[in-house]
């Protein structure tokens, strides 16, 4: 990952000699500031008094004294986490380009993400992808990715977080390969700073974003607030994604040890959407084939028959295979408000409700196979509606004491939570494929069908009191441990679009699983943290949580992770890096063979070596870079023993760097970076192999301060140029199971105009 740029120290102001008055008083921009000592006129004028530091301290080069939410209740910072936790923060979204969340894991060790037209933003760790790699918005977890995640822009973003490895203690269901946690911009104590950005591409997509947040004139009332707009324009013909955000927060502090907040964030989305490029035969596409993108063969999703062996047509990098009428969007509202309660220097209470309503559609083609007999594409019609409300409440007690004179941090919380969700989809595929267009420059054509719905509705009520606690047995030992017990029950009803009702329901069910970890840190040194750590996590076996049917598997999958590591820090804080080594097992895994059949496949096995080093050698040299090896293996399988699941490289590196000339009137940086990734398979029968690819980018932005812009009242403005994919590699970068014989291609090269600036 990359680091952060260096931020230079508040400037010292030498403060003037009190006003000689027997009485000092404290207005409300002193409150919280350190009492000075009266003075008489003939004592001596107090010496010149600095500026207080931030509270906030300076980020290190892996951001690892950042608090990550999502990995702990304790409010430990990644360096002292017991596990595997990166931290990608706006200042590295804004320096590196990260434009969408899925854009984010790009730099993150070990992590692939892809956006699938019916999954976007999903995420590959550890040998685990999809649904088993939660995904959190402010630490609350809405359902599996594969059903709720949306693209969205990083604008409203202060950062993203990533923990590694089964971790249900945190977020309960489907945290089996880890999580990854969006956290909103939060208003910030101090003067009022602002914001405007915005960036052109090559491929037309724009992005325009509005930013600003600190103390109001209320006394105790501090306020953040964004508004981002973008559109995503795909390089295949015709795709794109129009993004809107508002989001806002208000703190409240009422008094010096009770803080009330509230906060809304509005997101839309709507657009075409890029569902994958259908696979061809060498024979057919015969000078046209390339040869780095995929290997071997591939199963027609319509009627079994083996395609081989596999290329990805040349004529077809910029082809959509979608009708012309094609459409997708969201809706979705979130409302958080909540407190925190200092009792007393060692006790504090918080608490935070929230709710959550969303609206989704896809309307489409989506679907696509090479048929050998025609060699035309066969396609499909399909739609689906959602229709999603979730209410919560989470309260956290923290407790600091003291055990027989060794520190000790204790912290339980209460959540209850409820998930409802309707789905209407397309149910008579009474003709499939429902037509078929030409490999190269294809009709469109119109969807052309009357839509027969069938409705399922879910409801998801879970109850679950997690308890944390580190004991620090010496200064340098600590005992870091934690469970979880959960109280989960499902009830799913519905009705067919013929008008009878589906097999086997309704129907409730309920589970109750314990997860837990167990963890501990040595510090023989500053700076030198050694770790171990035992996990677990859950998941439904044989389906996501709202499609298990009483007609599958109800039981739960058991997943368990060892993971040992070291972190360092230099003294000056310039030099870090991170050390893991895992071993993960999860058992009792049901794959799924067809959209109607799953099969017991036993266990999947994961175990790899991760390492991430920064430096900051001189404050202008910033060098960065990470390789994450791994092996993941069904295994106690039938079918596929010993196969690699989908999405999952044996090797992922990357590396950065820049400078900085700091010493011209306008100081400028360059920089790059270099991302490789090994070979995955496009399914669990590994028969299509997606080829290993390196892409590389390259940015320079000019810092222009504000004495010399024509807008007063500016502290400066950045322009940066940025292009992606140098080297404009065709490759295939992620690919959706349910859709065997398809891939996501890679964007090609593209250049980046952007410019911001900030008062």
Do not use: C
């Given at each position: 990952?990359?680091?952060q740029t260096s931020q230079p120290l508040n400037p010292v102001i030498v403060a003037p000699p009190p006003p000689k008055s027997n009485v000092t008083?404290?207005?409300?921009?002193?409150?919280?500031?350190?009492?000075?000592?009266?003075?008489?006129?003939?004592?001596?004028?107090?010496?010149?008094?600095?500026?207080?530091?931030?509270?906030?301290?300076?980020?290190?080069?892996?951001?690892?004294?950042?608090?990550?939410?999502?990995?702990?209740?304790?409010?430990?910072?990644?360096?002292?986490?017991?596990?595997?936790?990166?931290?990608?923060?706006?200042?590295?979204?804004?320096?590196?380009?990260?434009?969408?969340?899925?854009?984010?894991?790009?730099?993150?060790?070990?992590?692939?993400?892809?956006?699938?037209?019916?999954?976007?933003?999903?995420?590959?760790?550890?040998?685990?992808?999809?649904?088993?790699?939660?995904?959190?918005?402010?630490?609350?977890?809405?359902?599996?990715?594969?059903?709720?995640?949306?693209?969205?822009?990083?604008?409203?973003?202060?950062?993203?977080?990533?923990?590694?490895?089964?971790?249900?203690?945190?977020?309960?269901?489907?945290?089996?390969?880890?999580?990854?946690?969006?956290?909103?911009?939060q208003p910030a104590t101090g003067p009022i700073r602002s914001e405007l950005d915005g960036s052109i591409d090559s491929l037309g997509t724009y992005?325009?974003?509005?930013?600003?947040?600190?103390?109001?004139?209320?006394?105790?009332?501090?306020?953040?607030?964004?508004?981002?707009?973008?559109?995503?324009?795909?390089?295949?013909?015709?795709?794109?994604?129009?993004?809107?955000?508002?989001?806002?927060?208000?703190?409240?502090?009422?008094?010096?040890?009770?803080?009330?907040?509230?906060?809304?964030?509005?997101?839309?989305?709507?657009?075409?959407?890029?569902?994958?490029?259908?696979?061809?035969?060498?024979?057919?596409?015969?000078?046209?084939?390339?040869?780095?993108?995929?290997?071997?063969?591939?199963?027609?999703?319509?009627?079994?028959?083996?395609?081989?062996?596999?290329?990805?047509?040349?004529?077809?990098?910029?082809?959509?295979?979608?009708?012309?009428?094609?459409?997708?969007?969201?809706?979705?509202?979130?409302?958080?408000?909540?407190?925190?309660?200092?009792?007393?220097?060692?006790?504090?209470?918080?608490?935070?409700?929230?709710?959550?309503?969303?609206?989704?559609?896809?309307?489409?083609?989506?679907?696509?196979?090479?048929?050998?007999?025609?060699?035309?594409?066969?396609?499909?019609?399909?739609?689906?509606?959602?229709?999603?409300?979730?209410?919560?409440?989470?309260?956290?007690?923290?407790?600091?004491?003291?055990?027989?004179?060794?520190?000790?941090?204790?912290?339980?919380?209460?959540?209850?939570?409820?998930?409802?969700?309707?789905?209407?989809?397309?149910?008579?595929?009474?003709?499939?494929?429902?037509?078929?267009?030409?490999?190269?420059?294809?009709?469109?054509?119109?969807?052309?069908?009357?839509?027969?719905?069938?409705?399922?509705?879910?409801?998801?009520?879970?109850?679950?009191?997690?308890?944390?606690?580190?004991?620090?047995?010496?200064?340098?030992?600590?005992?870091?441990?934690?469970?979880?017990?959960?109280?989960?029950?499902?009830?799913?009803?519905g009705i067919n679009f013929d008008g009878t009702l589906p097999a086997g329901q309704p129907f409730t069910t309920t589970w109750n699983p314990v997860?837990?970890?167990?963890?501990?840190?040595?510090?023989?040194?500053?700076?030198?943290?050694?770790?171990?750590?035992?996990?677990?996590?859950?998941?439904?076996?044989?389906?996501?949580?709202?499609?298990?049917?009483?007609?599958?598997?109800?039981?739960?999958?058991?997943?368990?992770?060892?993971?040992?590591?070291?972190?360092?820090?230099?003294?000056?804080?310039?030099?870090?890096?991170?050390?893991?080594?895992?071993?993960?097992?999860?058992?009792?895994?049901?794959?799924?063979?067809?959209?109607?059949?799953?099969?017991?496949?036993?266990?999947?096995?994961?175990?790899?070596?991760?390492?991430?080093?920064?430096?900051?050698?001189?404050?202008?040299?910033?060098?960065?870079?990470?390789?994450?090896?791994?092996?993941?293996?069904?295994?106690?399988?039938?079918?596929?023993?010993?196969?690699?699941?989908?999405?999952?490289?044996?090797?992922?590196?990357?590396?950065?760097?820049?400078?900085?000339?700091?010493?011209?009137?306008?100081?400028?940086?360059?920089?790059?970076?270099?991302?490789?990734?090994?070979?995955?398979?496009?399914?669990?029968?590994?028969?299509?192999?997606?080829?290993?690819?390196?892409?590389?980018?390259?940015?320079?932005?000019?810092?222009?301060?504000?004495?010399?812009?024509?807008?007063?009242?500016?502290?400066?403005?950045?322009?940066?140029?940025?292009?992606?994919?140098?080297?404009?590699?065709?490759?295939?970068?992620?690919?959706?199971?349910?859709?065997?014989?398809?891939?996501?291609?890679?964007?090609?090269?593209?250049?980046?105009?952007?410019?911001?600036?900030?008062?």
């Amino acid at each position: 990952m990359s680091a952060q740029t260096s931020q230079p120290l508040n400037p010292v102001i030498v403060a003037p000699p009190p006003p000689k008055s027997n009485v000092t008083r404290r207005g409300p921009e002193t409150r919280g500031a350190p009492k000075r000592v009266q003075r008489t006129a003939r004592q001596v004028p107090p010496k010149p008094v600095p500026v207080p530091v931030p509270a906030t301290p300076a980020p290190t080069p892996l951001n690892s004294n950042v608090v990550a939410g999502s990995a702990s209740h304790l409010g430990l910072t990644a360096y002292q986490m017991p596990a595997s936790v990166e931290v990608v923060s706006q200042p590295q979204m804004q320096e590196q380009g990260y434009r969408t969340t899925t854009e984010t894991a790009q730099g993150a060790v070990g992590v692939l993400s892809g956006d699938a037209g019916g999954a976007p933003a999903g995420f590959s760790m550890r040998g685990f992808t999809g649904s088993q790699v939660n995904v959190l918005y402010n630490g609350i977890w809405i359902g599996p990715q594969a059903i709720t995640s949306r693209v969205m822009d990083t604008a409203n973003l202060q950062q993203v977080e990533y923990l590694k490895g089964p971790s249900s203690i945190m977020s309960g269901l489907g945290a089996i390969g880890g999580a990854v946690n969006f956290v909103s911009n939060q208003p910030a104590t101090g003067p009022i700073r602002s914001e405007l950005d915005g960036s052109i591409d090559s491929l037309g997509t724009y992005r325009t974003h509005f930013g600003s947040g600190g103390s109001t004139n209320i006394s105790g009332l501090d306020y953040r607030f964004d508004i981002s707009s973008s559109k995503v324009n795909s390089f295949i013909d015709g795709d794109y994604e129009n993004l809107n955000n508002v989001s806002g927060q208000l703190n409240y502090r009422l008094t010096d040890s009770f803080k009330v907040f509230g906060a809304i964030d509005y997101k839309r989305d709507d657009g075409h959407v890029y569902w994958g490029t259908p696979l061809t035969t060498t024979t057919f596409s015969g000078p046209f084939s390339t040869h780095s993108v995929v290997a071997g063969s591939a199963i027609n999703t319509f009627d079994g028959s083996v395609i081989a062996p596999v290329t990805v047509d040349s004529r077809t990098l910029t082809t959509s295979y979608n009708v012309a009428d094609n459409s997708i969007g969201a809706h979705e509202l979130w409302l958080r408000g909540g407190f925190e309660w200092n009792v007393n220097e060692d006790i504090t209470i918080k608490n935070q409700a929230y709710d959550y309503g969303a609206k989704r559609h896809w309307f489409d083609s989506e679907t696509y196979a090479f048929n050998t007999g025609t060699s035309l594409i066969d396609r499909d019609r399909f739609f689906v509606n959602h229709k999603q409300q979730v209410i919560g409440d989470n309260t956290d007690l923290i407790w600091n004491s003291s055990f027989y004179g060794m520190e000790n941090r204790f912290v339980t919380q209460l959540s209850v939570s409820r998930n409802e969700i309707q789905f209407a989809q397309e149910q008579n595929p009474d003709d499939y494929p429902f037509d078929s267009v030409t490999v190269v420059n294809p009709d469109p054509g119109l969807y052309s069908m009357t839509p027969e719905p069938g409705i399922r509705n879910s409801r998801l009520d879970d109850a679950a009191i997690t308890v944390e606690d580190r004991l620090k047995i010496t200064p340098i030992l600590a005992l870091i441990g934690g469970v979880r017990v959960d109280d989960l029950s499902l009830s799913r009803d519905g009705i067919n679009f013929d008008g009878t009702l589906p097999a086997g329901q309704p129907f409730t069910t309920t589970w109750n699983p314990v997860s837990y970890r167990a963890a501990a840190t040595l510090e023989p040194v500053k700076g030198l943290m050694f770790y171990g750590m035992y996990a677990t996590a859950y998941d439904p076996a044989a389906a996501g949580i709202f499609s298990v049917t009483p007609g599958t598997s109800l039981e739960l999958t058991s997943a368990r992770i060892f993971e040992t590591g070291v972190k360092a820090l230099s003294d000056d804080k310039r030099a870090e890096f991170t050390f893991a080594a895992y071993d993960i097992q999860l058992k009792n895994v049901y794959v799924a063979l067809t959209n109607a059949v799953s099969t017991l496949a036993g266990e999947v096995h994961t175990q790899g070596v991760e390492l991430a080093a920064a430096v900051r050698p001189v404050d202008n040299v910033k060098i960065w870079g990470n390789v994450a090896v791994t092996q993941s293996r069904y295994g106690d399988f039938d079918v596929w023993t010993g196969n690699t699941p989908s999405n999952i490289a044996p090797i992922i590196i990357n590396a950065g760097a820049s400078y900085r000339f700091d010493n011209w009137r306008w100081p400028v940086e360059v920089g790059g970076s270099v991302h490789h990734v090994g070979q995955r398979y496009l399914f669990e029968d590994d028969l299509t192999a997606m080829l290993p690819y390196t892409t590389a980018d390259l940015f320079a932005f000019v810092d222009i301060p504000g004495r010399d812009l024509w807008w007063q009242g500016v502290e400066k403005m950045r322009v940066t140029f940025r292009v992606r994919n140098i080297t404009n590699t065709v490759y295939a970068v992620w690919s959706d199971p349910g859709y065997p014989d398809q891939v996501y291609l890679g964007a090609p090269r593209t250049f980046e105009l952007s410019a911001s600036a900030k008062w």
